[in-house]
C-alpha cells in the first residue's frame, strides 16, 4: 500500500511538473531570454550605444530602422508591442522624436509608460543649441551627438538608468561603459588634432541640413546649409541663395552630403559652385549593418575622417 502510494505520488509530481513547464513555456517562462531587461531604443545611434554597454545582458528593440529619418516616423505594430512590454526606452530628446507630429510621446503615452519611470532621454545634461532660422529660434537641434563629448553624455546617462533597473549586472555595465568611453574619447582627441591643422578660410561645412552645429563648435569650424531641419519645404531660392553666398565669401574646397538625404539639390549648389561632394556623412542614423559606419563610434569616425580630409583639399 505505501509502495503503491509512494508511486501515485510521483506519477502526480511528474505530471504537475509537465503542466508547470507547459504553462510557463506558453507563456514566455522564466526562460534566459525574458529574464533579461527589456530596452526600446527609438534609433540606430542610441540603440548601438546600448549594445555596446550592455552586450548580451539586455533584449534591445530599436524602432526607427537605420536609414529612415528619426523626425517623422510611422511606428510598425513590432514597434508598438515592443513598447508595451518594455522595462526601459530610450530616447535622443531635445525634440527629436517628441517634435513634429510627436510619433513617440503618443505611442508611449498610450503603452502607459512614463516619463523618468520607464521613459529617458539620453540627452540629459547636454547644453543644448537653438535653431536659427527666423522664427525657430525658441526649438531645439537634436543632433547632439555629433559631438562625441556629448555622446560620451549620452553613453553615462545610460550606463545609470542600466544599473539603477539592472543592479545584478552594474560590474558589466561599468566596465563596458568605461572601455567605451576611452574609446571615444581617444577618437574626439585625434580628430581635434587634425582640424587645428586646416587654414581657417577652408573651415566651412556645407551640408544640406543644418544637423551639424554641435559638430562644429565641437571641431572649430563653421557649419552651412541650405535648410535648417527636415521639413517639406528643402531647397527654396531663398535657402539656395544664402548658402551660395557662405560658400563664395570663403576658399572651402570640398562639400557634403547627408547618407539620409536626396543628393538633387547639394548636386544643384555643386554645378553652381563648381566644388566636388566629397564624401557622404551621417546625421540621423547609422549605416547598414557590415557597411563603414554601421556603430556610433564607426559613424564619428567616417564623418570625422571625410570631413577633415575634405576641408584640408
Given at each position: 500500500?505505501?509502495?503503491?502510494?509512494?508511486?501515485?505520488?510521483?506519477?502526480?509530481?511528474?505530471?504537475?511538473?509537465?503542466?508547470?513547464?507547459?504553462?510557463?513555456?506558453?507563456?514566455?517562462?522564466?526562460?534566459?531570454?525574458?529574464?533579461?531587461?527589456?530596452?526600446?531604443?527609438?534609433?540606430?545611434?542610441?540603440?548601438?550605444?546600448?549594445?555596446e554597454i550592455a552586450g548580451?545582458?539586455?533584449?534591445?528593440?530599436?524602432?526607427?530602422?537605420?536609414?529612415?529619418?528619426?523626425?517623422?516616423?510611422?511606428?510598425?505594430?513590432?514597434?508598438?508591442?515592443?513598447?508595451?512590454?518594455?522595462?526601459?526606452?530610450?530616447?535622443?530628446?531635445?525634440?527629436?522624436?517628441?517634435?513634429?507630429?510627436?510619433?513617440?510621446?503618443?505611442?508611449?503615452?498610450?503603452?502607459?509608460?512614463?516619463?523618468?519611470?520607464?521613459?529617458?532621454?539620453?540627452?540629459?545634461?547636454?547644453?543644448?543649441?537653438?535653431?536659427?532660422?527666423?522664427?525657430?529660434?525658441?526649438?531645439?537641434?537634436?543632433?547632439?551627438?555629433?559631438?562625441?563629448?556629448?555622446?560620451?553624455?549620452?553613453?553615462?546617462?545610460?550606463?545609470?538608468?542600466?544599473?539603477?533597473?539592472?543592479?545584478?549586472?552594474?560590474?558589466?555595465?561599468?566596465?563596458?561603459?568605461?572601455?567605451?568611453?576611452?574609446?571615444?574619447?581617444?577618437?574626439?582627441?585625434?580628430?581635434?588634432?587634425?582640424?587645428?591643422?586646416?587654414?581657417?578660410?577652408?573651415?566651412?561645412?556645407?551640408?544640406?541640413?543644418?544637423?551639424?552645429?554641435?559638430?562644429?563648435?565641437?571641431?572649430?569650424?563653421?557649419?552651412?546649409?541650405?535648410?535648417?531641419?527636415?521639413?517639406?519645404?528643402?531647397?527654396?531660392?531663398?535657402?539656395?541663395?544664402?548658402?551660395?553666398?557662405?560658400?563664395?565669401?570663403?576658399?572651402?574646397?570640398?562639400?557634403?552630403?547627408?547618407?539620409?538625404?536626396?543628393?538633387?539639390?547639394?548636386?544643384?549648389?555643386?554645378?553652381?559652385?563648381?566644388?566636388?561632394?566629397?564624401?557622404?556623412?551621417y546625421t540621423d542614423s547609422?549605416?547598414?549593418?557590415?557597411?563603414?559606419?554601421?556603430?556610433?563610434?564607426?559613424?564619428?569616425?567616417?564623418?570625422?575622417?571625410?570631413?577633415?580630409?575634405?576641408?584640408?583639399?
Open positions: 500500500m505505501i509502495k503503491r502510494l509512494g508511486i501515485i505520488i510521483i506519477a502526480v509530481a511528474v505530471i504537475l511538473g509537465g503542466v508547470f513547464w507547459f504553462v510557463n513555456s506558453s507563456q514566455g517562462g522564466k526562460t534566459s531570454q525574458h529574464d533579461k531587461i527589456q530596452v526600446v531604443a527609438t534609433n540606430s545611434i542610441i540603440g548601438n550605444m546600448v549594445e548580451d545582458k539586455v533584449t534591445l528593440h530599436t524602432i526607427v530602422p537605420r536609414g529612415t529619418d528619426p523626425h517623422e516616423y510611422e511606428p510598425r505594430p513590432q514597434d508598438v508591442q515592443a513598447t508595451q512590454e518594455a522595462d526601459i526606452l530610450f530616447h535622443n530628446g531635445l525634440n527629436l522624436e517628441t517634435g513634429g507630429s510627436g510619433w513617440f510621446k503618443k505611442m508611449y503615452q498610450n503603452a502607459g509608460k512614463a516619463d523618468n519611470k520607464e521613459v529617458f532621454s539620453v540627452s540629459e545634461g547636454v547644453q543644448a543649441k537653438h535653431l536659427t532660422d527666423k522664427g525657430k529660434e525658441n526649438e531645439l537641434d537634436p543632433h547632439a551627438w555629433l559631438d562625441i563629448q556629448n555622446g560620451i553624455k549620452y553613453v553615462k546617462n545610460i550606463e545609470k538608468i542600466l544599473i539603477d533597473k539592472d543592479p545584478d549586472n552594474t560590474k558589466t555595465y561599468q566596465q563596458r561603459t568605461k572601455a567605451y568611453i576611452n574609446k571615444l574619447s581617444e577618437l574626439d582627441k585625434s580628430a581635434k588634432t587634425k582640424f587645428n591643422n586646416i587654414p581657417e578660410n577652408k573651415k566651412l561645412l556645407v551640408t544640406s541640413e543644418g544637423a551639424f552645429k554641435y559638430f562644429s563648435a565641437a571641431y572649430g569650424i563653421t557649419p552651412a546649409f541650405i535648410w535648417e531641419i527636415n521639413t517639406e519645404s528643402q531647397g527654396t531660392p531663398e535657402q539656395m541663395r544664402n548658402v551660395l553666398a557662405k560658400i563664395r565669401a570663403t576658399k572651402v574646397p570640398s562639400l557634403f552630403l547627408e547618407s539620409s538625404v536626396s543628393p538633387k539639390t547639394m548636386e544643384k549648389v555643386s554645378k553652381e559652385t563648381g566644388l566636388p561632394i566629397y564624401s557622404k556623412i547609422l549605416a547598414k549593418k557590415g557597411q563603414a559606419g554601421d556603430t556610433y563610434y564607426g559613424m564619428m569616425k567616417w564623418n570625422l575622417d571625410k570631413i577633415s580630409a575634405g576641408l584640408s583639399k
